[in-house]
């Protein structure tokens, strides 16, 4: 990236761009945001498919060059900024956990948290008046006899593995910790962290980060109130 002064987040409201825009703040690159307001669906505008065919954010442009998926803006920012720390080489200690949470935040843990708001949000779509009450108990259901359990499981192995570290890899902050931070935003807004202190301190560990406040400052919160 020869040209930083050229870096803009094609930016979602209430989206997974707060990780690259909180990379960048850690950087110290200048860059600039292009927002994007979510439709009555709760999608992306259609405006998003003339920067990235798939019409999603969060998308970095560098120039002409367009970056797309969260995880690989993130390695990518890591490995052309290697003075940074926030990445870890191949042969370097941690370097197998640090390829593992980068990407189990999308794989593994976000289908969760994106499935729960699919669900709770059923019932309130335009149906017959006598099938919403059906849907509400199959969305009621559904989150709670399947998802649950899930997030359960998964909330339960970070706290073990977060109970004997602070940072998820290598003894330092990383660009994954950086790409675990939205799903677990989202976790907390949609089952609580009480249940798991070493996870709710690691949260609280990153948010204390003056970064990530500064990204939350330029570019919204990143769930809505109530998710």
């Given at each position: 990236?020869?040209?930083?002064e050229s870096l803009v987040v094609h930016h979602l409201e209430?989206?997974?761009?707060?990780?690259?825009?909180?990379?960048?703040?850690?950087?110290?690159?200048?860059?600039?945001?292009?927002?994007?307001?979510?439709?009555?669906?709760?999608?992306?505008?259609?405006?998003?498919?003339?920067?990235?065919?798939?019409?999603?954010?969060?998308?970095?442009?560098?120039?002409?060059?367009?970056?797309?998926?969260?995880?690989?803006?993130?390695?990518?920012?890591?490995?052309?900024?290697?003075?940074?720390?926030?990445?870890?080489?191949?042969?370097?200690?941690?370097?197998?956990?640090?390829?593992?949470?980068?990407?189990?935040?999308?794989?593994?843990?976000?289908?969760?948290?994106?499935?729960?708001?699919?669900?709770?949000?059923?019932?309130?779509?335009?149906?017959?008046?006598?099938?919403?009450?059906?849907?509400?108990?199959?969305?009621?259901?559904?989150?709670?006899?399947?998802?649950?359990?899930?997030?359960?499981?998964?909330?339960?192995?970070?706290?073990?593995?977060?109970?004997?570290?602070?940072?998820?890899?290598?003894?330092?902050?990383?660009?994954?910790?950086?790409?675990?931070?939205?799903?677990?935003?989202?976790?907390?807004?949609?089952?609580?962290?009480?249940?798991?202190?070493a996870l709710k301190r690691y949260l609280e560990r990153l948010?204390?980060?003056?970064?990530?406040?500064?990204?939350?400052?330029?570019?919204?919160?990143?769930?809505?109130?109530?998710?």
């Amino acid at each position: 990236m020869s040209h930083p002064e050229s870096l803009v987040v094609h930016h979602l409201e209430y989206s997974r761009s707060h990780r690259v825009l909180w990379m960048l703040e850690e950087l110290g690159l200048p860059y600039d945001i292009k927002r994007y307001p979510r439709n009555a669906a709760w999608l992306a505008p259609k405006e998003l498919q003339q920067v990235h065919p798939l019409g999603k954010s969060p998308v970095l442009t560098v120039g002409d060059r367009a970056l797309a998926e969260s995880g690989s803006i993130l390695e990518t920012l890591a490995e052309e900024h290697p003075d940074s720390g926030l990445g870890i080489a191949p042969g370097e200690a941690g370097r197998s956990d640090y390829l593992y949470w980068l990407h189990y935040a999308e794989g593994s843990l976000m289908p969760l948290m994106v499935m729960t708001v699919v669900f709770r949000k059923i019932p309130e779509g335009k149906m017959p008046f006598f099938i919403r009450p059906i849907a509400r108990l199959i969305s009621q259901k559904t989150v709670e006899t399947f998802l649950r359990p899930q997030v359960t499981t998964h909330l339960t192995a970070m706290n073990a593995w977060l109970s004997e570290r602070e940072w998820l890899a290598g003894g330092k902050l990383t660009a994954a910790d950086m790409q675990m931070s939205f799903p677990l935003e989202a976790a907390e807004s949609r089952y609580g962290l009480d249940s798991y202190p070493a996870l709710k301190r690691y949260l609280e560990r990153l948010r204390a980060r003056p970064a990530y406040q500064r990204a939350l400052e330029k570019g919204g919160p990143m769930t809505p109130a109530k998710a």
